[in-house]
């Protein structure tokens, strides 16, 4: 794994040769800015229906190994 | 039946010659009877295409059909279809039913297609061969022995060797023409934001879009109108008209200028060049002018998405945890959070998508993110430039789709920058946000390879309809294996 991740990482470094200067970083391939829409709740509880594929679940709470500390 | 396509099917269903319901079982029966050789599909929905071809064929009775209705389709196993098991090719996902239907999946089901299954796909869409899926490799129709192409192998090969009419596939980097290429179909990728990502398993979510796999340009023409269009629940879709594709793709021949960078032709083999020069000839013939190109920074297309993708990858497959849903590894005495968090995905994931995960991870840390993650986007943008600047004299950029045509099944699984290679001439367009297509241009071989062409956003009309009159002068993509027809 580790050799290959190395040959990863050394073909993208040469990205580093090219003189980007003054360029513009592209977040967005069509240059758009975020659509923002009105602070509604819009969506149902469907917890139900969303947790029928939970491996866990109590009383609507997912279980997980306690965190320790 | 299964040599005719989406359009004269949707003829013959209009006219009754055939019924949904036939069409349906016809299909199925192929899919059971050669689909497990190719290894395409990861579920087959046969209950459910025969219900939907029931409905199918009531709706043509009445004449509330549409250009799709009773169409048996397939869908790649990254769109979310609801009560249908949704695996991405992954056995992190193996255990997930989607509780909804992805856009797409929707928009096609109203317009009545029928879903045949879902197709198997490499892990999480990241590969160029298929061959990273947790349901194992899918083989080309052409030749067994050989890779489809990918990540949307499953669907390339279901309608490559027509036991699906046609299929739903996403293009990262490559992913629906490279595949389209290699197994002698046609793909279309959209102009970014086209397509609803609603429900699509997200990769890397600024070069994601879905697209078709299809027989040709006009069937391609025909699924595009059904999928496209706004959709406020993808907060990346545009807001903008979909045109009539079905018919602009009819459209008489208007004169077009294609550009080609003489720089894609070096250290490309000779018959994949000829083939692809060859194609240009033909389109020069059906009056087109050609003109010479040059895309000063597209050298750069591979290193910079190969830090743009796995660093959103990495950022999307995070919320793979097993809390929720997904994998979730056997309890080990003692463990804590963090052990579990590793195991459910150290379990999870298979070796691409974790290289993926740790590249991406890495360029985005503190001290490398301005190197790395920063410097890809500005080459994105002056790539994206590149592009801009030659469609102000051109109306396409052409070039080979794949540097060679299909390869061995684990020829080059232990090389991923080989691998990555595979993607050189398609890259560009996701980068840039731009629609692309690949047709089928001729053999090297016995082995189909592709054109491709790039437009500027939101040119698919255009792109089809050029595709379409190559296609009607020439029958590369007439062709079906010999094992399938």
Redesign the interface.
């Known amino acids: ?1 580790t050799a ?2 190395s ?3 050394a ?6 040769a ?1 003189d ?1 200067t003054g ?8 240059e ?1 800015a ?2 923002l ?1 009105a602070d509604v709740v819009t969506e149902s509880d ?1 917890h139900e ?8 679940v109590e009383r609507d709470l ?1 279980l ?5 500390e | 039946m299964h040599t005719r396509t989406l359009a004269q099917l949707a003829d013959d269903l209009r006219a009754r010659r055939v019924s949904a319901t036939e069409l349906a079982k016809h299909y199925l029966d192929r899919v059971e009877r050669l689909g497990s050789k190719l290894n395409a599909f990861i579920t087959v929905t046969a209950e459910q295409a025969l219900a939907q071809a029931t409905v199918a064929d009531r709706r043509l009775a009445s004449g509330d059909a549409t250009g799709l209705t009773g169409i048996p389709i397939a869908h790649k196993d990254i769109f979310c279809t609801a009560g249908v098991k949704t695996s991405c090719g992954s056995r992190m996902l193996d ?3 989607s ?1 909804y239907d992805a856009g797409v999946v929707e928009r096609l089901a109203n317009a009545g297609a029928v879903m045949l299954g879902k197709t198997n796909m490499d892990e999480f869409a990241m590969g160029s061969s298929n061959e990273t899926s947790f349901y194992g490799p899918v083989r080309n129709p052409w030749d067994h022995a050989l890779v489809p192409g990918g990540s949307s192998g499953g669907s390339a090969a279901a309608v490559a060797s027509r036991i699906a009419v046609a299929a739903t596939a996403t293009d990262t980097g490559g992913s629906i023409r490279q595949p389209a290429a290699l197994s002698g179909i046609t793909g279309l990728k959209p ?3 086209r397509v609803s990502r609603y429900g699509m398993i997200a990769f890397a979510s ?2 994601d879009q879905a697209g078709v796999l299809t027989q040709t340009a006009e069937d391609a023409a025909l699924l595009l109108e059904a999928m496209a269009g706004f959709d ?1 629940r993808d ?2 879709s ?2 903008e008209p979909v045109p009539r594709y079905s018919q602009l793709v009819h459209d008489k021949w208007d004169g077009v200028t294609i550009g080609v960078p003489e720089s894609f032709f070096d250290g490309l083999e000779s018959e994949n060049a000829a083939a692809v020069r060859s194609a240009l000839a033909e389109l020069e013939k059906l009056g087109a002018k050609l003109k010479s190109v040059e895309l000063k ?1 597209i050298h ?1 297309s ?3 998405y ?2 743009v993708a796995p660093a959103e990858a990495s950022s999307n497959l995070s919320r793979f945890d ?5 994998h ?1 590894a056997e ?1 080990g005495a003692g ?3 963090t ?2 968090y590793m195991r459910n995905r150290g379990e999870g994931f298979g ?1 691409e998508v ?2 993926r995960i ?2 991406g991870t ?2 985005l840390s503190a001290g490398y993110f301005d ?2 993650y ?9 790539i ?1 430039d590149d592009f801009a600047r030659a469609f102000r004299d051109v109306d396409f950029v052409a070039g080979p789709t794949s540097p060679t045509p299909a390869f061995g099944i684990g020829q080059k699984t232990d090389d ?2 080989a691998m ?1 290679l595979n993607d050189v001439y398609t890259i560009g367009a ?5 629609p692309a297509i690949s047709i089928p241009c001729g053999f090297v071989r016995n082995l189909p390879v592709g054109l491709h062409l790039v437009a500027p ?1 939101l040119a698919e009309a255009r792109l089809l309809k050029v595709a379409h009159h190559f296609q009607r002068a020439t029958d590369w993509h007439a062709r079906v294996p010999p094992s399938y027809a």
């Not at chain 2, 097993?322 to 997904?326: D, H, K, L, N, T």
């Not at chain 2, 996701?430 to 731009?434: D, T």
């Open positions: 794994m290959k991740l040959s990863i990482v073909m993208v470094d040469e990205l580093k090219c980007t360029v513009t970083p592209m977040a967005h391939p069509l758009r975020q659509r829409r469907r229906l969303y947790q029928s594929n939970a491996p866990l997912y997980v190994p306690k965190v320790i | 255990n997930f039913v509780p102009t970014y934001g600024s070069l406020e907060s990346t545009l807001d920074y750069l591979v290193p910079a190969y830090v097993g809390v929720r849903f997904g979730r309890r463990e804590d959070l052990a579990f070796a974790k290289r740790l590249t890495y360029v190197a790395y920063l410097q890809a986007q500005k080459a994105r943008k002056l994206s991923p920058i990555y996701n980068l840039a946000g731009l956003p």
